[in-house]
């Protein structure tokens, strides 16, 4: 690679992952030789006259370069064109949902999605006028059979899904969408650009809740968004700005509303993506070993994890995944169990979130899936969901051994 004076300039496209996640956006300080780009703690920037700016910096708000740093990374791992950083997850949503959609507008959301996406989009959209539909989405027919062609804007995905790991083709999915002239939306918080690479599979835009692996030590929130190369607004729609484009979109509502990350949050946020791939790995080794594990004990009325044969979304997993991921969910039979099991783990910690590099086990149905309550994506209450880290597995498993005695006494 030559060395170039201006940061964020080389191309590393045709660099693997774990080169493109260290290296892109990231080359270092001109000024300085900085390795890592610095945490850029400024609102606001010199002009070299009325309108000279610098790199394009005017206002932290528009841009800063630390989070700038984060963008590039970020769209280089996803393979998009563009990648964009906000304040939390849920941000990130509410800025594509606003870029995307119309009073009168309708969504096609999973039925066991996020619990924090459903409410945003039935909670605070739904007043808006914006309908939605909650499908199963591993049923394509009946994904079909809700999108309604001239209205359906949006097709929201999550694969796997949260807590209940279901699995959906995304492929498929982005052909039904574009047919009907809506968007397909992958949320890929779980499965991470590591293991799943939504846009090459035709998605329009990928979510991330940066909060999660990409982060990957339960210290920042964040948010992200990455849009594929060429992709535009769902079929009628113009962007205030007078553009089709879906990233300049995008970018005008992110500014226009302004849930950015801070250059705190982005700089930490990059400094979890570059590890990504070996946190990954080990998440992943761990949570195969778990799901063994659980599968063979008798407190444990089923597993659910998509690397297991007996998983109905396995094989569309294996196709589209390069790994199953560190999520495993179990059921014990009964609420009072699952509450004894939860109550009871030392190395696992109780508490909502998931991918750092800590395992920690939560209750859905009380915990983090306790605003879908009473709704059509409630979830079982006697389901445990665990975020398996990155620890010694003889620990996790002996945590869970322990427990799980604990939970069948209740
Ligand atoms: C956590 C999460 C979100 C929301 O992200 P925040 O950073 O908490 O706002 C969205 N989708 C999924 C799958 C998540 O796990």
């Known amino acids: 690679m030559t060395n170039h004076?201006?940061?964020?300039?080389?191309d590393w496209s045709s660099a693997g992952f774990s080169t493109r996640a260290i290296h892109a956006g990231q080359d270092p300080d001109p000024a300085t030789g900085a390795v890592v780009p610095p945490i850029y703690a400024t609102s606001t920037y010199k002009q070299d006259g009325v309108g000279g700016?610098?790199?394009?910096?005017e206002y932290s708000r528009s841009a800063n370069p630390t989070r700038t740093a984060l963008e590039s990374a970020l769209a280089a791992a996803e393979g998009g064109a563009a990648g964009f950083a906000f304040a939390s997850g849920l941000a990130a949503e509410d800025t594509?949902?606003?870029?995307t959609l119309r009073p009168g507008d309708h969504v096609v959301v999973p039925n066991d999605a996020y619990g924090g996406t459903y409410r945003l989009i039935a909670r605070v959209f739904g007043p808006w006028g914006i309908e939605h539909t909650p499908v199963d989405l591993s049923d394509a027919d009946a994904v079909v059979a809700a999108i309604q062609p001239g209205r359906t804007k949006v097709v929201w995905v999550e694969t796997p899904t949260n807590p209940l790991l279901g699995v959906a083709d995304i492929a498929v999915l982005a052909a039904h969408a574009r047919a009907a002239g809506a968007l397909l939306v992958v949320d890929n918080t779980f499965a991470?650009?590591?293991?799943?690479?939504?846009?090459?599979?035709?998605a329009d835009v990928v979510v991330h809740?940066?909060?999660?692996?990409?982060?990957g030590h339960s210290d920042v929130v964040g948010g992200a968004l990455v849009v594929a190369d060429g992709a535009q607004?769902?079929?009628g729609l113009e962007s205030p700005t007078?553009?089709?484009n879906l990233a300049d979109a995008v970018r005008f509502h992110q500014n226009a509303s302004g849930a950015v990350a801070g250059p705190f949050d982005a700089w930490l946020t990059l400094r979890g993506l570059k590890t990504l791939a070996v946190r990954m790995d080990r998440h992943e080794s761990n949570a195969r070993a778990i799901a063994d594990f659980l599968?063979?004990?008798d407190a444990v009325t089923s597993v659910i994890y998509p690397g297991l044969d007996s998983h109905p979304g396995h094989e569309v997993a294996a196709r589209q995944m390069t790994g199953f991921g560190g999520m495993v969910s179990f059921r014990t039979g009964s609420e009072a169990s699952a509450l004894a099991v939860c109550g009871a783990t030392h190395v696992f910690t109780l508490a909502e979130s998931l991918g750092g590099v800590e395992s920690l086990i939560e209750h859905p149905h009380k915990m983090t899936h306790g605003s879908v309550a009473g709704t059509e994506l409630e979830v079982p209450d006697d389901l445990v969901r665990l975020s398996v880290g990155i620890e010694d597995v003889a620990d996790l498993i002996a945590d869970l051994d322990a427990a799980l005695a604990e939970g069948r006494a209740a």
């Open 233 to 235: 607004l769902p079929v």
């Open 242 to 244: 007078g553009t089709t």
């Open 209 to 215: 809740s940066t909060t999660k692996y990409i982060g």
């Open 53 to 57: 700016l610098r790199g394009g910096y």
């Open 96 to 99: 594509l949902l606003r870029a």
């Open 295 to 297: 599968v063979a004990h």
């Open 5 to 10: 004076a201006h940061p964020h300039d080389d």
């Open 192 to 202: 991470t650009p590591y293991l799943q690479q939504p846009l090459a599979l035709g």
